[in-house]
């Protein structure tokens, strides 16, 4: 019954012992259930923007007994969650542009008494631009690799102010400090789209030092990862 992927379960790693979870998008309700019925969460909320996929956590909250802790609800984001009861809130497998802005329309979440577990399928490098230029603070990140594509988890915290990430940052977040292979795998991975970005602007000569501004990251990433390997 338990289903984690190792994003899911890496997931689940972060959320924090005796809190209450909203999964957000639980599309088949298999990380609030294992969470709920490992104990890790009192209770919880599976909700979802489509009723099919609603349904499907409701089959395997129902068959797993916890409908007494497992509350769906049938919702875009966060609209109409009772926002009081809800410390931790978990987003997973949706694109960094649907994450950001399902938690710039909940105002809510910007507290420093709900913590999120965020894991974007794309666009990881805004997702941590935005949310360190909104206030939240990336605590840990967890590189992971699913049928040969690798995915960042990440825990993060508000802490108020605003900070503008450089394009560094934006790309490697906290898996800069990581030394396990995955992180390393992660970040010869983002060196490569740098150079592949390069390589494209310089087929146009008009674009050469755009060009090179990619070069210099994808060498400051490259070179990140040879000091942890180093290190290791
Ligand atoms: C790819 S599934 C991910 C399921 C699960 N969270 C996971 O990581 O395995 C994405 C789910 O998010 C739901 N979804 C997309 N946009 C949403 C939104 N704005 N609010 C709530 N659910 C949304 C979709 O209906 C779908 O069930």
Not at 2 to 22: C, H, I, N, W, Y
Not at 122 to 140: C, F, H, P, Q, V
Request: contains cysteine; aromatic residues 6%.
């Amino acid at each position: 019954m338990d289903k984690l992927d190792s994003r899911l379960a890496a997931a689940a790693e972060f959320v924090k012992e005796g809190t209450v979870a909203a999964d957000i998008g639980t599309d088949h309700g298999y990380l609030i259930c294992h969470l709920v019925n490992e104990g890790i969460c009192t209770r919880g909320f599976a909700t979802d923007i489509n009723i099919k996929p609603l349904e499907s956590a409701r089959a395997l909250i129902k068959e797993m007994e916890l409908e007494e802790e497992i509350e769906t609800v049938l919702t875009d984001g966060l609209e109409g969650l009772p926002e009081d009861e809800i410390d931790e809130v978990l987003i997973c497998g949706m694109g960094g542009e649907t994450i950001c802005g399902i938690l710039e329309k909940a105002k809510w979440v910007k507290s420093e008494m709900v913590h999120l577990v965020l894991q974007p399928m794309s666009r990881a490098d805004m997702l941590r631009k935005w949310l360190l230029e909104n206030g939240w603070t990336i605590d840990e990140e967890k590189a992971v690799e699913v049928e040969k594509h690798l995915y960042t988890v990440m825990s993060a915290s508000y802490i108020g102010g605003s900070e503008t990430p450089d394009d560094f940052y934006c790309l490697t977040g906290e898996l800069a400090g990581n030394s396990d292979d995955c992180s390393i795998k992660y970040l010869r991975w983002q060196a490569k789209i740098q150079r592949g970005i390069a390589e494209g602007l310089l087929r146009s000569q008009r674009e050469k030092e755009h060009a090179l501004i990619h070069i210099q990251l994808a060498d400051m990433i490259d070179e990140q990862a040879d000091e942890t390997e180093n290190e290791r």
